[in-house]
């Protein structure tokens, strides 16, 4: 079984920042790309930032220059800095994963249960 399981979502100042955490656990081969979501009420999820095995990162227009995305390969982590957050980044913040559970298994993709961020004077 594969786990994912963020942290670090909260209540937050328009202007302030945060750090989301997202570990992966279980029986992991390989994890591929891995990436944020949110989805804020009344809207579809949507991809936030998304990262390579190798370190290559994408983000979505609205976040770009404010977010920044990291993973840490060895420990099977990923962490996303936002700074300067606005009402509108208000949202549930889903972990994303594709991996591989062995090397007889097809890539798939894990989420994580969400965590809730804030932005809100």
């Known amino acids: 079984q594969v786990q994912l399981v963020e942290s670090g979502g909260g209540l937050v100042q328009p202007g302030g920042s945060l750090i989301l955490s997202c570990a992966a656990s279980g029986s992991i081969f390989r994890i591929y790309a891995m990436g944020w979501y949110r989805q804020a009420p009344g809207k579809q999820r949507e991809q936030v930032a998304t990262?390579?095995?190798?370190?290559?990162?994408n983000y979505a227009d609205s976040v770009k220059g404010r977010f920044t995305i990291s993973r840490a390969n060895a420990k099977n982590t990923m962490s996303l800095q936002m700074n300067s957050l606005k009402p509108e980044d208000t949202a549930v913040y889903y972990c994303n994963a594709n991996l591989r559970v062995g090397p007889w298994s097809n890539p798939e993709d894990y989420w994580g249960q969400g965590t809730q961020v804030t932005v809100s004077s």
């Open positions: 990262i390579t095995s190798g370190g290559r990162t």
